[in-house]
RNA sequence: GCGCCCGUAGCUCAGUGGAUAGAGCGUCGGACUUCGAAUCCGCAGGUCAUGGGUUCAAAUCCCAUCGGGCGCUCCA
């Protein structure tokens, strides 16, 4: 619907440019002060550097090509001061507007700007080695929904987990695992190696295993059988609590898997075929440096052991050869380091680095009040996704984490999270749809009906009507620009704006009343539920019809 | 020391070239005999870390400095 204002303004930006000049898309946003017009466009702005001229003076020449090219649905032009432009638009242009959102439905503020591209999208991927923590709820709320939107986009994306099952520290989990078994049964035995992991799910798997050991003479058979019984019990653990979080994978990619059917011999033989790989000090190293890394890096340790970056290369390796247009991965930050050495590797396989991008999500630093949480992986000390999730419950922790960019480091207060659970953000945002919804109920019991058939072009939408209507013709541009810049967080800011407009406008109107234009607001609350609607869909909460109140606000 | 991220209201954070810099929480004061008050309105609160530079225009881009986090392993 907008679309029909942007081409406009780019068919007049580029007629007063001229032929042959490359000039950037138009944009327009709603302007800060309702009285200074229904959109406004920046794009003199964006011509001046271009066409070296004072933006005001291209704003007068793009807005009197305007006045008559847009005529049909714009009722006044404004040029102001440094150069925007702004319109009013006609009554005309807001039924239309109603009329799109409402045909649309659901399918509002979908695209096929992806047109089919296929999307490797790899998240979270945290080692099987214990429970998910806070940390990696992060990374899962953001590829999820960054999942979601890309799908919404028209690109295929494939959601994949890669799993960490071979290595020293899935055999620690072993040890761990075994020491423990013994222990809780006072048998005393001489270990190879000492566990590293604590807590209580290490219990758990032991007591799982049941008696199926033997009271001494452990052997390596015994060792690999119980590590591999331990990453199985927790990473079905790990499936349940993201399940229950309604974030799911098409695939879960095993390491183990790529040492066995050769992958990973046959990505450093492909290293070594071009030459990129020396022997030095017993080891084999992979010249990273010259493809941009700082240092070169070993494959292949003095004991005969390959690293994981081993192993990360024929991961990497195996994606590309999947045919994928972009391969995007969900890292922790603290893994920034890393990323220079796995495209170094790319490159020198042969694979453009360009199509792989890393999204690093910065640190959860959690909290109970003032004192700091603290976390210790194999110490067994750290909250897991799935208390924060039965705490504050998966609405508000979504929104929570996606209310930040992930560039930013967040303190998650517990303790805060459970009492403000009511005050949260994200109540808000549901309330509003609930509050639609009820809006909807009470409309019944008068008789009427909401229905797009009722639509009738002659009523006069008020500011504030228009406002909520231009907020919502602004969802398919911003879920599209989501997509290509891969920032999810600023769809609950965007939620947040259009609710607030929409609570004052119910605070000020009266939608069900005895007038003929009850219909018309009732549709236009119809238009806002689907905007509403769409947008928790993407991010994965709830739309309720109708919220449960809590005992700490009694209905009066 | 080097690299990446961050520094914006009391707190937690949006805003990354354009109009008087915003939200939530917190403080204080108002608004329900009518569609849900989990709402709304108002007050208070800012040297956008600091100093230079680029630009018609800088919280936003560049340089330097200060402060915080993370990383710089033949660890994962």
Redesign the pocket.
Same mark, same amino acid.
């Given at each position: 619907m907008i679309d029909t204002l942007l081409n406009l303004i780019n068919d007049a930006a580029s007629g007063y440019a001229g032929p042959g000049i490359l000039l950037p898309r138009a944009v327009v946003?709603v302007? !800060? $002060?309702p009285a #200074? %017009?229904d959109f406004?466009s920046?794009i *003199?702005?964006?011509l001046?550097?271009v066409l070296k001229q !004072?933006?005001l003076e291209i704003a007068a020449a793009v807005a009197a090509t305007l006045r008559d090219t847009a005529a049909g649905i714009v009722e006044t032009i404004d040029v102001?001061?440094?150069? +925007?432009i $702004?319109f009013l638009l006609r009554q005309s242009f807001w039924h239309d507007a109603l009329d799109s959102v409402l045909e649309k439905g659901t399918g509002y503020g979908s695209s096929t700007a992806g047109s089919g591209r296929r999307v490797l999208l790899e998240y979270i991927s945290a $080692?099987p080695t214990g429970p998910i923590h806070v940390g990696h709820g992060r990374g899962a709320v953001l590829g999820d929904v960054l999942a979601r939107i890309l799908v919404s986009q028209g690109y295929e994306v494939t959601r994949e987990y890669y799993i $960490?099952d071979a290595?020293? &520290?899935v055999l620690s989990l072993g040890y761990s695992v075994l020491n423990d078994y013994y222990r809780s049964r006072s048998i005393d035995i001489p270990l190879s190696r000492p566990g590293e992991y604590q807590g209580g799910y290490i219990r758990d798997i032991s007591t799982a295993l049941a008696d199926t050991l033997p009271a001494a003479d452990i052997n390596e058979e015994h060792i690999r059988h119980i590590t591999e019984f331990a990453v199985n019990h927790v990473l079905a653990g790990i499936r349940q609590v993201l399940g229950d979080f309604n974030i799911l994978f098409d695939r879960w990619f095993s390491e183990k898997q790529l040492y066995e059917d050769g992958s990973v011999r046959r990505a450093i033989e492909g290293l070594a075929a071009r030459g990129a790989v020396k022997q /030095?000090?017993?080891?084999t190293w992979f010249l990273s440096t010259r493809y941009g890394d /700082? @240092?070169d890096?070993?494959i292949q @340790? #003095?004991?005969g /052991?390959l690293?994981?970056?081993a192993s990360d290369i024929a991961y990497h390796a195996n994606k590309y050869g999947r045919g994928y247009d972009h391969l995007v991965n969900i890292w922790? *930050?603290? +893994?920034? %380091?890393?990323l220079p050495r796995v495209k170094a590797a790319m490159s020198a396989l042969g694979y453009d680095p360009d199509r792989l991008a890393v999204m690093?999500v #910065?640190?959860v630093?959690l909290t109970r009040g003032d004192k700091p949480v603290a976390m210790s992986k194999r110490a067994g000390e750290y909250v897991t996704l799935k208390d924060l999730v039965d705490e504050a419950g998966g609405d508000a922790v979504r929104f929570f984490f996606l &209310?930040?960019?992930h560039?930013? #480091?967040?303190?998650f207060?517990i303790e805060?999270a459970k009492k &403000?659970s &009511? /005050?949260? !953000?994200v109540?808000?945002v549901q309330?509003a749809h609930? =509050?639609i *919804?009820?809006?909807f109920?009470? *409309?019944a019991t008068r008789g009427w009906t909401v229905d797009a058939l009722m639509h009738r072009r002659d009523y006069v939408f008020s500011a504030q009507e228009k406002r909520l209507l231009s907020h919502c013709l602004l969802y398919p541009g911003l879920i599209g620009d989501i997509a290509a810049r891969r920032?999810p967080?600023?769809l609950t +800011?965007y939620l947040?704006?259009l609710?607030?407009i929409l609570? @004052?406008y119910?605070?000020?109107? =009266?939608?069900?009343?005895s007038d003929a234009g009850t219909e018309q607001r009732l549709l236009l609350m119809k238009t806002v539920k689907i905007v509403l609607r769409n947008a928790l869909d993407l991010l994965g909460i709830t739309a309720?019809?109708?919220?449960? @109140?809590?005992e700490e606000?009694p209905? =009066?």
């Open positions: 946003t302007p !800060p $002060n #200074q %017009g406004t920046g *003199a702005f964006a001046a550097p !004072p933006p102001v001061k440094p150069g +925007h $702004n $080692n $960490n290595g020293n &520290q /030095e000090d017993g080891a /700082e @240092k890096r070993v @340790k #003095q004991s /052991e690293t994981y970056f922790g *930050a603290d +893994h920034h %380091g890393y690093f #910065q640190m630093r &209310q930040r960019s560039e930013s #480091q967040l303190v207060d805060l &403000q &009511q /005050e949260n !953000p109540f808000y309330y609930a =509050r *919804a009820s809006i109920g009470f *409309a920032e967080h600023r +800011h947040i704006e609710v607030g609570h @004052k119910y605070t000020d109107t =009266r939608v069900v009343d309720p019809e109708k919220m449960e @109140k809590l606000h209905a =009066r």
